[in-house]
DNA sequence: GGGGCCCTTAGGCGGCGGGCGAAATGTCGG
DNA sequence: CCGACATTTCGCCCGCCGCCTAAGGGCCCC
């Protein structure tokens, strides 16, 4: 009766995302955008220096990357897995209470619609998912055939994507809604044309994004232009 | 530009899960099972007192909770939430390497077959979850028709599961395999009846678990009886 | 109801780690 | 090349947090 089995040591990890000054940097990059190392310092509201140590551990711990461009250097997150802990640790964290009306309204267009790391989450996303399945373009772990055609019609790489090592088409459980959007490779893939036909834009709070006159008309359009093949909703 | 928007604040939960010690107890609690505070301190590593302080802790935190029973505390983890946050930091925590015979055995087991906090994992999981897709039993996010008598039949409580807050049935990714088991509700519904018939039992590493003679007798008859419905391999 | 076991509280010690300012390094623009 | 700007390195202080031993409740059993 000794040491038992080593599992993987979560220690090491976990105290890297411990500290509060650290917390709001992984939070701010959560977007999937890379940051310059001074703007980090000023969303954590720390000095420069700090802040450039705080880096140097998350550096040397594999969560962030980064990415030297003249006197700059980018800071993001290493990969969507870091995202997902994130989220994941969000999920089971107290939510702080909402204080002004500003920070209400802020609040509001996060539930509206966000990015979840790199893809659409919020009310969108899982509105978007909705209309996926009730179109029968998705089944809940792949697209369908004329899910493929909709989508590669759209400028989606669906065939890149399912090349990719990551998941393919995962359902990615939102903590703000309790219910599912399009994750993985092929719901990076679509909000990245989302964003490249102008149909969704970013906001002027971090991680919002805001459906644009002409997004609301090209999704509009391009589920209703098909008549709808499958009549079964899932539960 | 300033305090910018609150997010969930991830780093006390974090911090608590930061110290190896309190990571060394969460982890033995990831399989489902309430400890005692003393079984907890030693396989912590620590003294009681210790122990009791980190319990304290964690249970202010919300994330274990404790039942009293005689002169007998027995900490167990808060939910099935927390254990899918400790898989995921584990999925992207570096795995100590394996020094002694006994315990690459004992890492073999694990990849072999284990629990993911409530329901099985491993091959023994992901070759499950395959053969229920194989069959035509499962989609990818719900049992078909076919699948839910299987199950039923079998004893599992397939309308309980779906009544449960918890989400039913949704793929669960396995750090070891990198592919999928079956989790949820449904996961550890079916999980509980497998330990229910004996067709495993829980072996003497903490999360590992063993298939029976008598589990390979009824599982290999369980899929073999049904013809092939489907012969549509998920890539 | 008294002794023993399990667990918690109290107190004190030691170390790790985050904070800052100042100076060094590196890069751009003239 | 030189000054301006972004970032890192260095040296130092300070507070927090985990550890232990010892003592204090609570519960069981004889």
Redesign the interface.
Known sequence: ?E?????????????L????T??AIL?AL?DGRALAAGELAR?AGVSAATASAHLAKLLDG??VGVVRQGRHRYYRLAGH??A???E?????????P?RSLR?SR??RQ?EEARTCYDHLAGRAGVGLLDRLKEGGYY????VTEAGERLLSGLGVDVAGARASRR?FA??C?DWTERRAHLGGALGAAVTEVLFERGWYRRGS??RAVILTDAGREGLEELFASKELTSVTP?T
Chains 1, 2 share one sequence.
Do not use: W, Y
Request: hydrophobic letters at 55%.
């Open positions: 009766m040491p038992i089995v080593r599992d993987a040591d979560i220690a090491p990890v976990a105290a995302i411990a500290d509060p650290r917390a939070t959560l969303v594999r969560l897995e870091i997902e802990v994130l994941a640790l969000a999920g089971i964290s107290a939510r702080p909402v920070q802020q609040a996060l089944d809940g772990h792949d998941r995962p359902e459980l709070v971090p899932v």
